[in-house]
């Protein structure tokens, strides 16, 4: 009865102080909403591959760097799978994962295939994938055996059965449906669109599949019941003596990662999917509980406000015999009560938002209880842990007032309880500004990637992009001059990649005055590559059909020890001591299947980033291929074609005759042009994210600050009614008056800006440190951020004052 009691009185003064009650609701409900929605996915990236099954057993066996696990790449050798089991009794079972792009078809449907994964039969069993229709244990036992995910089902088939029927990988690779599968969860770092037999590349690609020189396959292993990862990691160097060379742990190693790290903790190259970035999770993180902090120093500010103009009311109670327990428990349930409320209206928020964030962030999170208990019950004590902090004070200083000062309303005009309030709304203001000064130089840091110089111009740059095995090698002349005869063609160039590619081709080579080979990246071009691009030559000359060792012959039992001149970029120069100038004519050998090809650096050109701003240039050595095969891999798998400036009409018409080229000459495989103006654009989509999402976290962060300074306004300039009063009755105008109640938030809001700059200045600093070229900090990007607060402050608290300034005086004698 006495509850009840308690919530009924608790409810009416929230009914009466509507101002409060809105502001209070509002603030505290966004706060709680976008904490939610950041804990549902901060839970989701710290899940992933945590429902596989026996998950803290499963690692990946990486190709590193001794003694830096960071570095290096995802992948490894195809005999260190198999060989694994064989020399380690804790080893349960391995699986290799070999992930190729190629043509697939089905009659006359083709499409190129990024996301083929090739894997041994097992894989199916150490993973889980959710069947539609084949069997886990023999789907993928047979050779020329693939399994289908539901999306790629679809697209070849349509609705109808895929069992049974035969696709055709590339030219020599047929393969039989014997399963479909989901797609793939969002919360796993495997990508696959196809399972399919590796020993489905058998006889064909049968050299992949043996020796140590390829290093392209993704290898899982799981561990018997009590193993112990770290003393098989111990042991893994003397593997790799025994297996591959003696000595050979000097210069290699294999590192065991748990896959359930792979997704945040991943540095190395060729992952499956991108990586996630811890450091947006601490940012996700950071800016909610910034948010949440301003909604709770909201909710107790205006909590502390709306207790103080009910002093007398307190005072009165106290004077009626009213205990200090129950004067407590009566303001905590106010308090409560209106928490409670915050906390239904952000579940409502939750759901009208999370649709949208999903879309943004490509998650599929659900607002599940059972899925989510940890969540929910971290919601719950986040909902009474802002009432108690936020009532507990309040009630507890009226409380323990004096009766004799509470009802002559000194509690409202004490110093402590107003510099509390001035405190709080410094902090508010102070990571409002931090973030917006985070907001700003993200968005300037974008900006400065997309427009800069990468040292060739990719405007008007098609790409044209070729099988990744069979290639354009032995059309390109064909296609080059069919292309040129086009009008609106400039220049066309075939090339094994194109920039803003991750260039995982390396090569050993020994230069002139080096004693020991050197591993240097490498591109193979043709002789038009430089000038499609646009690369500056820095001394030397270009590679020329007009030399006949500029062509590259590829060492074989028939090709010892032949010629071939390269290309070499001012940074490779550089790595071997030599300026642009004393490089050309220097010796380049380069080693290859166990044979060399001696050569010269005939020609320097300038640095060109081939990846994003992010990356420094990496040296490179270009080619000129005899070939068609290459280390592997297609030596040309694209061609790039410059167009001339034109209007939208024409152009149109050169892509359309473009395409028909292509039809004509390369009729197996379909064309997929693209821009490498839009490649650029996309290797910035995580910037575009983050700088989405720290805006938005800003100006939450504002707008909460806002409305809370709006109502504390509103409460200030209620105080001072009659004041305002006299002073135009004794001539004051309506701007002396605003200025007179404004003045005050000002000086808060510019405090604010002191704390908030040194803060937000170490932060941004830290997060350029990621990027090898990037803006420099400069005090507008402070100023402008402190300007955009003051501005909002004098918008909600100069509105106010001007409306209340504008009153009739006689109204204002009257107030009370």
């Given at each position: 009865?006495?509850?009840?009691?308690?919530?009924l009185?608790a409810?009416?003064?929230?009914?009466?102080q509507?101002?409060?009650?809105a502001?209070?609701?509002?603030?505290?409900a966004?706060?709680?909403a976008?904490c939610?929605?950041?804990?549902l996915?901060?839970q989701?990236?710290l899940?992933?591959d945590?429902?596989?099954?026996?998950s803290?057993?499963?690692?990946?066996?990486?190709?590193?760097?001794?003694?830096?696990?960071g570095?290096?790449s995802?992948a490894?050798?195809?005999l260190?799978?198999?060989?694994?089991?064989?020399?380690?009794g804790?080893?349960?079972s391995?699986?290799r994962?070999l992930?190729?792009?190629?043509?697939?078809?089905?009659g006359?449907?083709?499409f190129?295939?990024?996301?083929?994964?090739?894997?041994d039969?097992?894989?199916?069993?150490l993973?889980?994938f959710?069947?539609?229709?084949?069997?886990a244990?023999?789907?993928?036992?047979?050779?020329?055996?693939?399994?289908?995910?539901?999306?790629l089902a679809?697209?070849?088939?349509?609705?109808?059965?895929?069992?049974?029927?035969?696709?055709?990988?590339?030219q020599?690779?047929?393969?039989?449906?014997?399963?479909?599968?989901?797609?793939?969860?969002?919360d796993t770092?495997l990508s696959?669109?196809?399972?399919?037999?590796?020993?489905s590349?058998?006889?064909s690609?049968?050299?992949?599949?043996d020796?140590?020189?390829?290093?392209g396959?993704?290898?899982?292993l799981?561990?018997?019941p009590g193993?112990d990862?770290?003393?098989?990691?111990?042991?893994?160097?003397?593997?790799l003596?025994?297996?591959?060379?003696a000595?050979?742990?000097?210069?290699?190693?294999?590192?065991?990662?748990?896959?359930?790290?792979?997704?945040?903790h991943?540095?190395?190259?060729?992952?499956?999917?991108?990586p996630?970035?811890?450091?947006?999770?601490?940012v996700?993180?950071?800016?909610?509980l910034?948010?949440?902090?301003?909604?709770?120093?909201?909710?107790?500010?205006?909590?502390?406000?709306?207790?103080?103009?009910?002093?007398a009311?307190?005072?009165?109670?106290?004077?009626?015999?009213?205990?200090?327990?129950?004067?407590?428990l009566?303001?905590?349930?106010?308090?409560?009560?209106?928490?409670?409320?915050?906390?239904v209206l952000?579940?409502?928020?939750v759901?009208?938002?999370l649709?949208?964030?999903?879309a943004?962030?490509g998650?599929?999170?659900?607002?599940?209880?059972f899925?989510?208990?940890w969540l929910?019950?971290?919601?719950?004590?986040?909902v009474?842990a802002v009432?108690?902090?936020?009532g507990?004070?309040?009630a507890?200083?009226?409380?323990?007032?004096?009766?004799?000062?509470?009802?002559?309303?000194?509690?409202?005009?004490?110093?402590t309880?107003?510099?509390?309030?001035?405190?709080?709304?410094?902090?508010?203001?102070a990571?409002?500004?931090?973030?917006?000064?985070?907001?700003?130089?993200?968005?300037?840091?974008?900006?400065?990637?997309?427009?800069?110089?990468?040292?060739?111009?990719?405007?008007?740059?098609?790409?044209?992009?070729?099988?990744?095995?069979?290639?354009?090698?032995?059309?390109?002349?064909?296609?080059?001059?069919?292309?040129?005869?086009?009008?609106?063609?400039?220049?066309?160039?075939?090339?094994?990649?194109?920039?803003?590619?991750?260039?995982?081709?390396?090569?050993?080579?020994?230069?002139?005055?080096d004693?020991n080979?050197?591993?240097?990246?490498?591109m193979?071009?043709?002789?038009?590559?430089?000038?499609?691009?646009?690369?500056?030559l820095?001394?030397?000359?270009?590679l020329?059909p007009?030399?006949?060792?500029d062509?590259?012959?590829?060492?074989?039992?028939?090709?010892?020890?032949?010629?071939?001149n390269?290309?070499?970029?001012?940074?490779?120069?550089?790595?071997?001591g030599w300026?642009?100038d004393?490089?050309?004519?220097k010796?380049f050998?380069?080693?290859?299947a166990?044979?060399?090809?001696?050569?010269q650096?005939?020609?320097?050109?300038?640095?060109?980033?081939?990846?994003?701003?992010?990356?420094?240039?990496k040296?490179?050595?270009?080619l000129?291929?005899?070939?068609p095969?290459?280390?592997?891999?297609?030596?040309?798998?694209?061609l790039?074609v410059?167009?001339?400036?034109?209007?939208e009409?024409?152009?149109?018409a050169?892509?359309?005759?473009?395409?028909?080229?292509w039809?004509?000459v390369?009729?197996q495989?379909?064309l997929?042009?693209?821009?490498?103006?839009?490649d650029?654009?996309?290797q910035?989509?995580?910037?575009?994210?983050?700088?989405?999402?720290?805006?938005?976290?800003?100006?939450?962060?504002?707008?909460?600050?806002?409305?809370?300074?709006?109502?504390?306004?509103?409460?200030h300039?209620?105080?001072r009614t009659?004041?305002?009063?006299?002073?135009?009755?004794?001539?004051?105008?309506?701007?002396?008056i605003?200025?007179?109640?404004?003045?005050?938030?000002?000086?808060?809001?510019?405090l604010a800006?002191?704390?908030?700059?040194p803060?937000?200045?170490?932060?941004?600093?830290?997060?350029?440190q990621?990027?090898?070229h990037?803006?420099?900090?400069?005090?507008?990007?402070f100023?402008?951020?402190g300007?955009?607060?003051?501005?909002?402050?004098w918008?909600?608290?100069?509105?106010?004052?001007?409306k209340?300034?504008s009153?009739?005086?006689?109204?204002?004698?009257?107030?009370?």
């Amino acid at each position: 009865m006495m509850l009840r009691q308690l919530a009924l009185k608790a409810l009416r003064p929230l009914t009466r102080q509507w101002l409060f009650t809105a502001v209070n609701l509002l603030g505290l409900a966004i706060a709680l909403a976008c904490c939610f929605v950041i804990g549902l996915y901060l839970q989701d990236e710290l899940g992933f591959d945590r429902w596989q099954p026996a998950s803290e057993r499963l690692y990946r066996v990486s190709s590193t760097a001794p003694g830096d696990a960071g570095k290096g790449s995802a992948a490894t050798t195809p005999l260190v799978g198999p060989l694994l089991p064989t020399d380690f009794g804790e080893v349960e079972s391995t699986a290799r994962l070999l992930p190729l792009t190629g043509l697939l078809r089905y009659g006359n449907t083709a499409f190129y295939e990024n996301n083929v994964r090739f894997v041994d039969p097992s894989l199916l069993t150490l993973f889980r994938f959710d069947w539609l229709a084949g069997d886990a244990a023999t789907a993928l036992n047979a050779p020329g055996s693939i399994v289908l995910t539901q999306t790629l089902a679809r697209k070849y088939f349509g609705s109808g059965d895929p069992l049974g029927k035969l696709l055709q990988f590339e030219q020599d690779v047929p393969l039989t449906v014997t399963g479909v599968i989901r797609d793939l969860p969002p919360d796993t770092h495997l990508s696959a669109s196809a399972l399919a037999s590796l020993q489905s590349l058998v006889p064909s690609r049968a050299a992949l599949l043996d020796g140590w020189s390829y290093t392209g396959f993704h290898t899982y292993l799981r561990l018997r019941p009590g193993a112990d990862a770290q003393a098989l990691q111990r042991q893994l160097p003397d593997f790799l003596d025994h297996h591959y060379a003696a000595g050979a742990s000097k210069t290699k190693a294999l590192t065991l990662m748990p896959v359930t790290d792979i997704h945040l903790h991943s540095t190395l190259a060729f992952e499956l999917k991108p990586p996630g970035t811890p450091g947006r999770l601490v940012v996700f993180a950071a800016a909610s509980l910034c948010i949440l902090l301003i909604a709770a120093i909201n909710f107790m500010n205006l909590t502390l406000a709306a207790l103080a103009r009910r002093s007398a009311e307190v005072g009165l109670r106290k004077v009626l015999g009213a205990r200090t327990a129950v004067l407590v428990l009566q303001l905590l349930a106010e308090s409560i009560w209106l928490a409670m409320l915050a906390a239904v209206l952000a579940l409502a928020l939750v759901e009208l938002v999370l649709p949208l964030f999903n879309a943004l962030t490509g998650k599929a999170l659900a607002l599940s209880v059972f899925a989510n208990l940890w969540l929910w019950a971290g919601h719950v004590a986040a909902v009474l842990a802002v009432a108690l902090l936020a009532g507990l004070y309040p009630a507890l200083y009226q409380a323990s007032t004096s009766t004799t000062a509470l009802l002559k309303g000194a509690v409202r005009r004490g110093r402590t309880a107003q510099g509390f309030r001035n405190g709080v709304i410094v902090l508010q203001f102070a990571i409002a500004i931090a973030l917006l000064v985070a907001g700003l130089v993200v968005q300037r840091q974008l900006a400065f990637m997309q427009d800069y110089d990468q040292g060739f111009d990719e405007r008007n740059l098609l790409v044209l992009r070729g099988s990744p095995t069979q290639g354009v090698f032995a059309e390109a002349g064909v296609l080059k001059q069919r292309l040129l005869a086009l009008p609106g063609v400039r220049t066309v160039t075939a090339s094994n990649q194109v920039p803003y590619e991750v260039n995982g081709n390396s090569v050993t080579v020994w230069a002139e005055g080096d004693a020991n080979g050197r591993y240097l990246p490498f591109m193979l071009v043709d002789y038009d590559f430089f000038a499609t691009y646009d690369i500056p030559l820095r001394s030397g000359r270009f590679l020329s059909p007009q030399f006949p060792a500029d062509a590259l012959v590829l060492p074989d039992a028939a090709h010892a020890d032949t010629p071939g001149n390269v290309v070499l970029n001012a940074t490779a120069a550089a790595q071997y001591g030599w300026s642009a100038d004393t490089a050309v004519g220097k010796e380049f050998r380069i080693y290859h299947a166990g044979k060399l090809t001696r050569g010269q650096v005939v020609g320097v050109v300038r640095d060109a980033g081939f990846e994003s701003a992010r990356s420094a240039v990496k040296p490179m050595v270009f080619l000129v291929p005899t070939t068609p095969q290459w280390k592997g891999i297609a030596s040309w798998t694209q061609l790039t074609v410059q167009l001339a400036p034109q209007p939208e009409t024409q152009r149109q018409a050169t892509l359309a005759a473009i395409a028909g080229v292509w039809h004509d000459v390369l009729p197996q495989q379909p064309l997929q042009p693209r821009w490498l103006a839009d490649d650029k654009r996309a290797q910035y989509a995580d910037e575009r994210k983050l700088q989405l999402w720290v805006n938005v976290f800003s100006a939450l962060s504002l707008f909460i600050a806002g409305i809370g300074l709006f109502a504390l306004a509103a409460f200030h300039t209620a105080e001072r009614t009659k004041e305002i009063g006299i002073r135009k009755v004794m001539g004051s105008g309506v701007w002396q008056i605003v200025y007179l109640l404004t003045e005050h938030f000002s000086r808060l809001v510019l405090l604010a800006n002191l704390l908030a700059w040194p803060v937000a200045y170490y932060a941004m600093t830290r997060w350029l440190q990621n990027f090898a070229h990037h803006v420099d900090l400069t005090p507008l990007l402070f100023v402008g951020s402190g300007l955009i607060a003051l501005c909002i402050a004098w918008a909600t608290v100069g509105g106010t004052a001007a409306k209340a300034a504008s009153r009739k005086p006689v109204l204002a004698l009257r107030y009370e």
